[in-house]
């Protein structure tokens, strides 16, 4: 195809129109709606469509697409299957025509492209006539929001307690009508600065009271009773055993023995083993074990058992058996 066809009509935008910049397009939804290429086209159809729509903004001149058809099958997304391309191609190029420069056209896109460039030159012309325009409207907008945020400033502080209110109406009521009271109705000085001495001490006493209220104070302080354990116990670690009135051998000890049988088995256990024993080892040589820790088999403390108590024992058949 020619580049230059006087047969057919001239693009409908110039060839400078340059879009690339913006980043949207501008889409009426009511035309649209409203046109037979929505009822017409099928979901594949459409999608195809606004692909090429897109990407006809993005080209030079904008709104319009080169007349080739591999071109707009890899524009459209059908670059692998020319076959699908060829079959939705004649509504995915509705509205489209071919003009004398040799590209295709769409009305609807051109006149969005000639809008966007419009509007694209006035801010243009608009930053060389005065390129200090933008930062003069962005200080402009700083200023509004700064007094903005001062007013709201100013009315949150003016707005009143009612407790600091009542104080200040309070005490401007009291000063407006002292020096009054004070004219009609002389008041000693001398007077008013012993009655208010005398209701300070009672403020200050009442407040002491409340802080530090007066505890009894008690003639010595209870001291629980000594116990045996605790006076075996304390004899014992003064010998060098270790014992504690809690412990459970240590109880058994005193239910069972005297302290003087069980201190000197102590002094017995300490010129054996030396200080630092436990109160244990005293209390298996009061059983009757054996004072160096090993057990002794061949007791000569301890008394034989006494057979006559066991009960006899029953013996069976005799288990033999003749061969």
């Not at 047969?7 to 889409?27: G, Q």
């Not at 116990?233 to 003087?260: I, N």
């Not at 300490?270 to 009061?286: C, R």
Request: aromatic share 6%.
């Amino acid at each position: 195809m020619p580049n230059d066809c006087p047969s057919l009509p001239s693009p409908p935008v110039p060839p400078d129109i340059d879009l690339r910049s913006h980043c949207w397009m501008k889409l009426d939804l009511c035309r649209l709606h409203s046109s037979d290429f929505i009822h017409l086209a099928n979901n594949e159809e459409f999608g195809a469509a606004v692909k090429l729509w897109t990407e006809a903004m993005r080209q030079v001149p904008a709104g319009s697409l080169p007349n080739d058809d591999t071109i707009l099958a890899s524009l459209a997304g059908y670059k692998g299957s020319r076959r699908r391309w060829q079959k939705i191609k004649p509504m995915a190029l509705h509205g489209f025509s071919l003009c004398s420069d040799g590209r295709l056209y769409h009305s609807v896109l051109a006149e969005m492209a000639l809008d966007a460039w419009t509007h694209k030159s006035q801010q243009a012309s608009e930053s060389l006539s005065d390129p200090r325009a933008k930062d003069r409207d962005r200080l402009r907008r700083w200023r509004t929001e700064q007094r903005a945020k001062k007013q709201a400033k100013q009315v949150s502080e003016e707005k009143p307690d009612p407790a600091s209110t009542s104080d200040e109406t309070f005490q401007g009521r009291f000063t407006e009508t002292f020096h009054e009271t004070a004219e009609t109705f002389p008041i000693d000085r001398e007077e008013t600065e012993k009655e208010t001495e005398k209701k300070q001490n009672i403020i200050v006493s009442e407040t002491a009271a409340e802080t530090f209220p007066e505890t009894p104070l008690s003639d010595s302080p209870e001291t629980p009773a000594p116990t045996r354990e605790g006076t075996l116990c304390q004899k014992l670690r003064t010998l060098g055993v270790r014992a504690a009135p809690h412990m459970v051998v240590v109880q058994e000890m005193c239910a069972r023995h005297p302290d003087e049988h069980i201190l000197a088995a102590a002094e017995i256990a300490l010129e054996k083993k030396g200080s630092g024993i436990h109160v244990g080892y005293i209390a298996a040589m009061l059983k009757g074990g054996a004072t160096d820790g090993k057990t002794n088999k061949n007791r000569s403390t301890a008394s034989p058992p006494n057979r006559q108590l066991i009960p006899p024992v029953a013996v069976g058949g005799s288990h033999y058996i003749k061969l």
